[in-house]
């Protein structure tokens, strides 16, 4: 049998905070000397975690090429307006590295990361999201559908492929992606992923938009409210 974490197994389950909460911000989670993992709290979640309620958790992943700052504007004001942590890891190396030769340094940080998050906030089990835009969409659609134990929800932008070997759960997923793509054309990439993950009986919801190869602020609306709701 292949070791779990080659297949891209993360490890995660979330359980009562024994940290206090960060405050509204950006933070870097000190789980890298470079690159860090980057967690957004938004404003105003401090009363939510006073109550002890728990708080929904987005893991936003770059493209190729990519750094957090670069993939934030996608999603921070959605994360702010309807107060989800947003957590934003970064690759080892230009991408990650499932697609340079398999799951390796970025899934050992994406864990990592994870659980300094639930170290210091309640997490919402019920809305944990694996986004991204192009090589991070195809992440987020590779390991949130090895890690359905826990990913609710699969968000992917402009993604090229789909790297699963063991499937867990059943993560509700949005595909979203360009007619005009040239450099992920459309008719090999999210149309056959639509196809292949019905057939396996997920749930699927997919928009495809008149544009090239970038995420669209419209659509990635839509997306935020698919994984906020009920």
Do not use: C
């Not at 006073?50 to 004001?77: N, Q, R, W």
């Not at 970064?90 to 970025?106: C, E, H, K, L, R």
């Amino acid at each position: 049998m292949l070791d779990s974490n080659l297949v891209g197994h993360i490890a995660f389950d979330p359980t009562p905070p024994d940290l206090p909460p960060l405050p509204p911000g950006r933070h870097d989670l000190g789980i890298a000397t470079e690159r860090d993992a980057v967690l957004v709290v938004p404003e105003g979640l401090r009363e939510t975690t006073a109550t002890g309620a728990p708080v929904p958790l987005m893991v936003l992943f770059h493209g190729g090429g990519g750094s957090a700052d670069k993939i934030l504007p996608m999603m921070e004001a959605h994360a702010q307006r309807r107060r989800f942590l947003l957590l934003v890891p970064q690759s080892a190396f230009p991408t990650w590295d499932i697609v340079i030769a398999g799951n390796g340094p970025d899934r050992e940080r994406v864990e990592m990361a994870l659980a300094a998050v639930a170290a210091r906030f309640a997490v919402d089990p019920g809305h944990i999201a694996f986004a991204g835009h192009s090589d991070g969409g195809s992440y987020a659609l590779s390991l949130g559908l090895t890690n359905g134990h826990f990913v609710t929800h699969v968000i992917a932008s402009s993604a090229g492929f789909m790297s699963v070997h063991r499937q867990q759960g059943a993560p509700r997923i949005f595909i979203s992606h360009g007619v005009h793509d040239e450099q992920i054309p459309i008719e090999r990439s999210a149309r056959v992923h639509t196809a292949l993950l019905k057939d396996a009986g997920y749930d699927v919801t997919t928009m495809e938009y008149n544009g090239p190869h970038a995420w669209q602020p419209p659509v990635v609306g839509l997306a935020v409210d698919f994984f906020l709701s009920p």
